[in-house]
């Protein structure tokens, strides 16, 4: 009886201290590893050698089976186990991985295999001048009535740059003319708006239109540049602009919903008659993404679905809206759409070491170590792992999203020489999703 709590004591002893050799492992690369690489770089490219960071011989590296992990499926890093050096698997896109987010980061683990050991490490990819200011509309239409007072300020449609920093927009120029001047506000966003200012009277008898021609410069070396016509219609007076019922909608709209669904619709009214009170709905300073998501019913100010939403890719749109009559004046509101999750996408495993043959009689030895991940938001992208219950194996949860598969005994072949194991993630969402990996 002595014999048999002795041993209890024993296993449970080594049970702990394995806890914490675990724990030393999980921890061993907590402080990130930083490396950068400029976007557009051929694949093959060094982008450094990992034998100093990790404080390793290169002879010792090889032996201990370096490996290079992303989040997903797709590597964009390899290493050469012989030299240590970290190379670029493809030429990589900065806009396409970031968008506007700067800086733009993509996390990565080193796994040592032999003995197991994680290293943080993060890959900068540094913005280049691949892209000029684009102008969505190659000519924007003002209309402009002829009692328009100087000084009055018309806000224009701005370009896009996909670049961000210094090779970002910087500024604007306008063609020389007798009438306007070009005048430049920062937005709470960080965008640069151009903005027409009327110096002169106009008179649309002496002349009812005008074609200036709008620059957009980034701040590249060398700068790039993008035009658009801005063609101004001299109107007779009006003295109503539309109001809009709200000046901010807020709508909620699930991410399944199917393409013409109406999302909302805004409305306007002016107190003008005839042509001067007629009114059309139009986007303002929309991007290229608003544009090819939703439209708007020009008379009725009906907002509609032209492709399906992905709350995983884009979560809130902004829609600014402009009412215009017939005489050029104008009024605005908010459309604020915040798209729905449904739990559309199951749980991926990512199996990172499998080992299928052990040695008997070996206490707590890690059969695999894995990852996993779930796009969705919220339940549905809350994640549980499981395995059989009969069997003599047990998952413990590592770091990032990954785990280990470990033998909760030592195995004795000639009472069993193979198990089959079911690794099952399930999120939380509804319905729950799940994968399986044998």
Request: glycine share 6%.
């Amino acid at each position: 009886m002595e014999a048999e709590e002795g041993k209890e004591r024993s296993l449970k002893q080594r049970q702990v201290l394995m806890f914490f050799v675990l724990l030393g492992v999980a921890q061993a690369g907590s402080e990130p590893r930083h490396y950068s690489v400029a976007e557009e770089t051929e694949s093959g490219s060094f982008v450094a050698n990992l034998v100093k960071d990790l404080g390793l011989e290169v002879d010792e590296l090889a032996a201990r089976g370096p490996r290079v992990i992303s989040k997903g499926r797709k590597m964009r890093l390899q290493l050469d186990r012989q030299t240590g050096d970290l190379l670029l698997n493809e030429k990589l896109d900065r806009e396409e991985l970031c968008g506007p987010t700067e800086p733009c980061v993509l996390p990565f683990q080193v796994l040592l295999e032999n003995p197991l050991q994680f290293f943080q490490a993060e890959l900068r990819i540094r913005d280049i001048n691949d892209h000029s200011p684009v102008f969505l509309d190659k000519e924007i239409i003002l209309k402009i009535s002829e009692s328009i007072t100087p000084g009055t300020t018309f806000l224009i449609e701005s370009a896009q740059d996909l670049d961000v920093g210094s090779n970002g927009l910087q500024s604007y120029t306008v063609s020389p003319n007798s009438h306007f001047h070009l005048k430049l506000q920062d937005s709470a966003d960080g965008m640069i708006l151009p903005q027409l200012v009327l110096d002169k009277a106009l008179d649309r008898e002496e002349q009812p239109e005008f074609r200036l021609t709008l620059t957009a410069v980034d701040g590249g070396t060398p700068p790039r540049s993008g035009t658009a016509l801005v063609r101004i219609e001299v109107l007779d007076i009006n003295d109503n602009a539309p109001e809009f019922a709200n000046l901010l909608y807020e709508v909620q709209v699930p991410e399944n919903s199917p393409i013409g669904s109406q999302v909302a619709v805004v409305s306007a009214s002016d107190l003008d008659i005839g042509a001067y009170g007629e009114i059309s709905y139009v986007f303002s300073q929309a991007s290229e993404d608003i544009r090819k998501t939703f439209r708007i019913n020009a008379k009725s100010g009906e907002l509609l679905l032209t492709q399906k939403l992905d709350f995983e890719s884009i979560q809130t749109y902004t829609l600014n809206v402009q009412a215009t009559d017939g005489g050029g004046l104008s009024g605005s509101c908010v459309v604020f759409v915040q798209v729905m999750d449904l739990n559309d996408n199951p749980p991926e495993l990512t199996m990172s070491t499998l080992i299928s043959e052990i040695a008997e009689n070996l206490q707590e030895t890690i059969i695999a170590v894995f990852s996993v991940s779930d796009p969705d938001s919220g339940d549905n992208g809350r994640m549980v792992c499981s395995i059989q219950d009969d069997l003599p194996f047990f998952l413990k949860p590592s770091v990032d999203n990954f785990y280990t598969l470990v033998t909760n005994t030592a195995l004795d072949r000639e009472s069993r020489a193979e198990y089959n194991i079911t690794i099952t993630v399930t999120d939380m969402g509804s319905p729950r999703l799940k994968t399986q990996h044998n």
